[in-house]
């Protein structure tokens, strides 16, 4: 009987957002799961790093943008990428660097980008992407667009001083920015307080007299709405905001880092029974929004989806490596130069033509 | 003596010189608890405590900055950049700072920055590279780039002793496939002496770093195929480097091959053609070949990682080239 007040219906919350929301918070942990599966394998190489756990943060965020609004993320960002909309397929085929990958396999797993649907990459080096977002967001305010850009990054990257750089600039020229920190609690291994003398990280914004705020960020709903709200903000009265979403990642800072010599199994399980995908299933079953067939219904429709990509990304094409000197230069007229560095190229040949100059 | 890994070697490198010399600490992004991001300096942090091995926040403009300044005052910090990649991060604290304290005032900046670097397993175009040419360019700077295990522990000795900031490049690839007898106790390696890798008399490949074991393949398969006797000199370091070895090698072989995984212009090998071209020329039976990756970002995609690092068939293509020459 007092259940009805412990569960009010949720009016900010519709059945297709629900749907929407819980789909793509389980497509990404789908694919990541078995993306683990392809790295161990041997079929992804190089580095691979998971945002297990880190599910609503992205998608409550990444789903508050509106068109035009633009989009940075970290090197953990397979899940950033699926959740502008990215083929799953062209995902995967840059993890295995397939040429149809969504870098045509040059960047790879930290350096997805899908530049069409205004995600401007994945950047592998800590904090450095900030800075380009805070240029992204000039050009927004400079050619008097009614967009923001948001740029999320881990709390690692606070303590960079591209970080200091960029959110005096964007306080400084009032730029349409917001600044999400995913805070996982660990830059690799080092916990947010070994690195940080003001671990409350969102209260950096105030030496920039800039809004700051933290929130829970294994609550899709409460990062959705922090979002959509600063975004707002920045896109009608151009000033910026600090958002801190506090999150946790299951896995270790890569594939190859069990996790487990920095941290207990105590913490990280206290943070497994906050899992934001189950937490959201919870709310929206309580509330009536979803039932449970269609949860199951859910996870068995991401599951086959992720199927698929793997199965044709590992049927695609490498690149073919005559192609190694293409995009380097942004025209053409340094291929011929390339040409020469290759072995076999000329090498100490006196054609008949050539002359000395004396 | 005893057989270690390049890995093993480095780490013995810092643990003994820690042992001997109170003044030596580390800093850098994740080495304590973590062990290092390739591990090598795990168990340290136990051994050494907290003070002397420093969880660094990801500041690589403040880690190489605080070296210096602590390197003024006596001390002699050794800082890891995570990847080499990322040292562009500290470029100014390096080259404007670093390099010209000495040249500004006198006082020395015995600091070392370690800087795994070098690709092979699909790291992509931020975690690959092997930028020394750039820091070749800028005088204050010392730079060595071990092949050996022996040569890891030598340089990393002689690195932490010498007055002057030295980058240490140890190449990610030779971490745990690169196994050799490393000689016991106090062993440095001095700069600027080139090693002999192998003797040989038809041509001489100059090179360094994880590229020797590039040559030495080749070498074999030449040897093996027509006879083609190979001279391999290991420049151990390139700022210093051995120009008297390399000219010595050539006036023995008269046709060179100069071989690194840095990209093409303006890399190292340009300057070691030029000296021979100005030193040597009348020396010399052919001109002198360069091998080296394009000047292309290191792609992700394994085929064409594989097409950007000189392979021992592109090496073995030029020693044919070049005998026929």
Same mark, same amino acid.
């Given at each position: 009987m007092a259940k009805a007040a412990e569960t $009010? %219906?949720?009016?900010?919350?519709d059945k297709d957002t629900a749907l929407r929301l819980f789909r793509m918070m389980a497509l990404i942990r789908r694919f990541e799961e078995r993306t683990e599966e392809q790295y161990t394998r041997a079929r992804i190489g190089g580095y691979c790093h998971l945002a297990i756990g880190e599910e609503a943060s992205t998608v409550g965020a990444i789903d508050a943008l509106e068109p035009g609004d633009c989009l940075y993320a970290s090197y953990r960002d397979h899940g950033t990428a699926l959740a502008v909309g990215s083929e799953p397929v062209a995902v995967m085929a840059e993890l295995f660097g397939k040429e149809t990958g969504v870098a045509h396999g040059r960047g790879g797993s930290m350096h997805l980008m899908d530049v069409q649907r205004r995600f401007f990459g994945g950047w592998g080096?800590?904090?450095?992407h900030l800075p380009i977002a805070t240029g992204t967001a000039l050009a927004l305010s400079y050619r008097d667009l009614p967009n923001a850009v948001l740029c999320q990054f881990g709390d690692?990257?606070? +303590?960079? =001083?591209s970080f200091h750089e960029a959110l005096n600039l964007a306080g400084v020229w009032d730029l349409p920015i917001v600044f999400q920190i995913?805070?996982?609690? /660990?830059g690799m291994g080092t916990s947010v307080e070994q690195s940080?003398? +003001?671990?409350? *990280?969102?209260?950096?914004?105030a030496a920039y007299r800039m809004h700051g705020e933290r929130i829970d960020g294994n609550d899709v709903l409460a990062v959705r709405e922090a979002t959509a709200r600063l975004m707002g903000i920045a896109r009608r009265e151009r000033r910026p905001a600090l958002l801190e979403t506090i999150t946790y990642r &299951?896995?270790?800072?890569?594939?190859?880092?069990?996790?487990?010599v920095y941290r207990s199994a105590e913490e990280i399980e206290s943070w497994r029974k906050r899992d934001p995908i189950t937490r959201f299933g919870l709310h929206c079953s309580e509330r009536g929004l979803l039932e449970q067939d269609e949860i199951d219904q859910v996870w068995s429709d991401v599951a086959a989806e992720v199927k698929s990509a793997i199965d044709e990304a590992l049927g695609a094409a490498f690149p073919d490596?005559?192609? *190694?000197?293409?995009?380097? /230069?942004?025209?053409?007229?340094w291929r011929e130069q390339f040409s020469?560095?290759?072995?076999?190229? %000329?090498?100490g040949e006196r054609g008949e033509e050539r002359t000395w100059q004396t | 003596m005893a057989i270690k890994t390049y890995l093993q070697a480095i780490s013995d490198g810092l643990r003994e010189e820690m042992r001997r010399d109170q003044r030596v600490f580390l800093i850098g992004e994740d080495i304590g608890v973590y062990g290092g991001a390739f591990k090598v300096t795990q168990g340290f942090q136990q051994e050494f405590g907290e003070d002397r091995v420093i969880d660094s926040p990801l500041s690589e403009t403040a880690i190489t900055g605080a070296c210096t300044g602590a390197a003024l005052m006596g001390m002699r910090p050794v800082c890891e950049m995570?990847?080499?990649? &990322?040292v562009s991060c500290a470029f100014d604290q390096l080259v404007t700072v670093a390099a010209k304290q000495h040249y500004r005032? =006198?006082?020395?900046?015995?600091i070392v920055v370690r800087l795994p670097s070098g690709g092979g &397993?699909?790291? =992509?175009p931020f975690h690959?590279?092997? $930028?020394?040419g750039f820091f070749a360019h800028c005088p204050g700077l010392k730079i060595a780039c071990p092949a050996t295990p022996a040569d890891a522990k030598g340089l990393i000795l002689s690195a932490i002793r010498d007055p002057n900031p030295v980058l240490y490049f140890e190449h990610k690839h030779l971490y745990r496939r690169i196994k050799g007898e490393v000689p016991d106790g106090d062993t440095a390696v001095e700069f600027g002496k080139a090693r002999v890798h192998q003797e040989g008399s038809d041509l001489s490949i100059i090179t360094y770093g994880a590229m020797v074991y590039t040559a030495e393949e080749a070498a074999k398969a030449a040897a093996e195929q027509d006879g083609t006797s190979v001279e391999i000199i290991d *420049?151990?370091?390139?700022?210093?480097?051995?120009r008297e070895a390399v000219l010595a090698s050539v006036a023995k072989t008269s046709k060179v091959i100069v071989l690194h995984e840095d990209t093409h212009t303006s890399g190292f090998g340009a300057e070691i053609a030029a000296t021979i071209a100005e030193e040597a020329f009348e020396t010399l039976d052919a001109p002198v070949m360069r091998i080296t990756a394009p000047d292309t970002p290191v792609p992700f995609s394994p085929p064409l990682e594989k097409a950007y690092l000189p392979q021992p068939g592109d090496v073995l293509a030029g020693i044919e080239r070049l005998a026929a020459y």
């Open positions: $009010p %219906p949720d009016t900010l919350l080096i800590v904090g450095a690692g990257a606070v +303590e960079t =001083g995913i805070n996982n609690q /660990y940080s003398a +003001e671990p409350d *990280l969102w209260r950096r914004a &299951f896995r270790g800072h890569s594939v190859a880092d069990a996790g487990k490596p005559d192609t *190694l000197y293409e995009h380097v /230069y942004g025209d053409s007229a020469r560095m290759r072995a076999g190229a %000329p090498f | 995570q990847f080499s990649d &990322f005032v =006198g006082t020395p900046v015995p &397993f699909s790291g =992509g690959s590279q092997n $930028p020394e *420049l151990r370091t390139i700022t210093p480097w051995d």
